[in-house]
């Protein structure tokens, strides 16, 4: 199984935001809104969304929305 993870990082590397879901296309469309999102003073602070796959939900970090 593949869960796909997004995550908005802020400039000191703290998740601020994360979702997980089995779904390629759903965890796609997160991440382009958690990007879309960040405003452009943001990016250039050093704020980034991210998105990365994990076998396990174990893998996931504690405070994401699980989604299945």
């Not at 908005?8 to 469309?29: F, K, L, T």
């Not at 003073?41 to 939900?57: C, F, P």
Request: glycine share 2%; charged share 25%; hydrophobic share 45%.
């Amino acid at each position: 199984m593949i869960i796909w993870v997004n995550e908005q990082i802020d400039p000191c590397g703290i998740i601020r935001a994360c979702i997980a879901c089995i779904d390629e296309v759903q965890a796609q469309e997160c991440h382009d809104s958690f990007d879309t999102n960040l405003t452009a003073e943001q990016k250039q602070e050093g704020w980034v969304a991210q998105m990365r796959t994990v076998a396990s939900w174990d893998e996931v970090p504690v405070n994401a929305l699980k989604l299945d």
